[in-house]
């Protein structure tokens, strides 16, 4: 993939946060009686939205990200992997939360400096080819909950969203997403529920605009973003 950076959400981290679909829509224009019908395209766009940041005077790695993350990004030029959060709908198979957990490497060496691989709570395959432009997806669980509809996930930095089921298999579950799949995922494809990321770009050239607060010595800043639909296109192109 291009150069791409991810939003660092254990340093800046916001105490709101909005993931919210974009649908592209067809109008037919009034009928007779009034009424407008409206017929929904498969494409759609994602707009992400960080409330309140926290940014402390006395932690000066955060001012320093910050404005880091403002030079490479660049305005809207620079393409950036935002975390989005799912705990509220993620598939535990506990049925509430769980985080990640530490395990060393299957010859039970860790890292070199001693620290071990993270592992995430969820697993769940692709089962079968999804290609790109689709709007239904195969999933096949290896450790979640039962139950698929309404989750959101991604793999290499799109992200999705299911809507109710089409039809359950034994582990299999069909089920449509949104947006449209951006780029083909593989047979058996490891997806991303526990910390899904979307790949974006700012939706303002000055969207990292920040004051510093002499009195309340702390700043909270918003930051919002659009997704790089652009860059999906130009991988097609």
Not at 44 to 57: E, K, L, P, R, T
Not at 68 to 94: E, W
Not at 126 to 144: E, K, Q, S, W
Not at 168 to 175: K, Q, R, Y
């Amino acid at each position: 993939m291009a150069d791409i950076i991810t939003w660092p959400i254990c340093v800046l981290r916001p105490q709101q946060s909005a993931a919210n679909l974009v649908p592209f829509n067809r109008s037919g224009g009034r009928s007779l009686g009034g009424l407008e019908p409206t017929t929904r395209t498969d494409l759609g766009f994602w707009a992400i939205d960080y409330g309140n940041v926290v940014m402390q005077n006395r932690r000066r790695e955060q001012w320093q990200t910050w404005q880091a993350i403002r030079q490479k990004l660049g305005g809207r030029t620079g393409l950036i992997a935002v975390p989005v959060r799912v705990s509220l709908s993620a598939p535990y198979a506990s049925g509430e939360f769980e985080p990640f957990i530490t395990v060393p490497h299957d010859d039970d060496a860790p890292f070199d400096d001693d620290s071990e691989y993270e592992q995430g709570a969820i697993s769940i395959v692709t089962d079968g080819v999804t290609p790109l432009g689709a709007t239904t997806i195969r999933l096949r669980i290896i450790n979640a909950a039962a139950n698929l509809v309404g989750v959101r996930f991604s793999y290499e930095h799109a992200f999705y969203e299911t809507g109710p089921v089409i039809s359950i298999d034994g582990d299999i579950w069909t089920l449509p997403i949104s947006p449209s799949v951006r780029a083909l995922i593989p047979a058996g494809a490891d997806l991303e529920f526990d910390r899904p990321t979307c790949l974006c770009r700012l939706a303002d050239d000055r969207g990292m605009d920040v004051n510093q607060d002499a009195v309340g010595k702390t700043a909270f800043p918003p930051v919002s973003f659009v997704e790089a639909v652009d860059y999906w296109n130009s991988l097609v192109a």
